[in-house]
């Protein structure tokens, strides 16, 4: 079987943005973006899927916040999108479809845990992680477990995440600790870029393992001293930028592959179609799951 895990708030700010979903009137303003989730979600059962899980942040701060301030928050966020967490939340259930509301942890550290959980059973053959975060392809493990993209269609496996980044999923914390990230708040160490992080660490793989010489890296990297030298003195803040960047794949998320298996639509979902401005959308789920029953 094949397992596919959705980052759900990532789908969410995909549709709010789009520009198809601002000329489409059937859906009030208030539930378009959860609309478009919902049927895309209902499109990959189509299409074939069978295990399926969606993670979302229930809200964005997380334990994180508490390590470093500048981490991200809910500021800023569009209310009319903020809005639409929690109903895309309870749309996605009547679907029938296994959602992972996170509150203390992130959507992409139960996107790890089940990544971590789904690769582990034998019977799983591979596991898609349906996002183009690049925090989430320290998850990848060779062409069992991927990442792939929804709306340009690309698959990432572990020698195309060593093609983009310059340094193995192992490495991914490490490289964001150096060269920061800014949509989650943090800035990584002064004169460390893509090339210099992934140059080094493709060498020594991990922080502790860098030497404190630049004389001793192995590798040619422009400025070298002065980024030794930056490392040596900010070293417990790369540490810290790591830990902010290395996703937990202990968070709870209570269910095995098996549970992951779609079942058919729950009833509240013709309400929630009607809501949605689409009728349709039940009675495809429930066509669908006519069908699965038959085989």
């Known amino acids: 079987m094949v397992v596919h895990l959705v980052d759900g708030t990532y789908e969410l700010f995909r549709y709010f943005l789009s520009p198809a979903a601002a000329f489409d009137r059937s859906a009030p303003p208030e539930l378009r973006a959860v609309r478009g989730v919902v049927g895309s979600i209902l499109g990959m059962l189509e299409d074939g899927a069978t295990h399926l899980g969606v993670a979302t942040d229930h809200v964005i701060e997380s334990f994180r916040n508490a390590l470093w301030p500048g981490y991200k ?14 109903p895309l939340e309870e749309a996605l259930g009547a679907l029938g479809v296994v959602v992972w509301p996170m509150v203390e942890f ?14 582990a059973d034998t019977r799983v053959e591979q596991v898609v992680v349906c996002t183009p975060d690049k925090d989430l392809s320290q998850c990848v493990r060779g062409a069992r477990v991927v ?9 990432r496996d572990e020698e195309a995440v060593r093609r983009k980044f310059g340094v193995s999923p192992a490495s991914i914390p490490d ?9 989650d708040g943090y800035p990584g ?5 893509a090339k210099s992080a992934a140059a080094v660490l ?9 030497p404190a ?11 070298s001293e002065k980024l030794a030298a930056t490392l040596a003195e900010q070293r417990e803040r ?10 937990r794949a202990d968070a709870p998320i209570g269910v095995d592959v098996d549970g992951l298996g779609w079942k058919g639509p729950r009833a509240e979902l013709a309400a929630w179609s009607t809501r949605l401005g689409a009728p349709a959308l039940h009675e495809r789920a429930a066509a669908l799951a006519a069908v699965r029953a038959q085989l």
Do not use: K, N, Y
């Open 73 to 86: 928050t809910g500021e800023g966020i569009d209310p009319l999108l903020r809005g639409q967490f929690e």
């Open 106 to 119: 992130e959507a992409d550290d139960a996107l790890a845990a089940a990544a971590a959980m789904a690769a």
């Open 147 to 155: 990442q792939l993209d929804r709306r340009t269609r690309e698959v």
């Open 175 to 183: 490289w964001l600790a150096l060269v920061g990230d800014s949509a």
């Open 189 to 193: 160490l002064p004169g460390w870029g």
């Open 202 to 210: 493709a060498r020594h793989e991990h922080l502790e393992r860098i």
């Open 213 to 223: 010489r630049a004389a001793e890296w192995d590798v040619s990297v422009r400025g």
């Open 238 to 247: 790369a540490q810290l930028f790591r830990t902010l960047a290395t996703l």
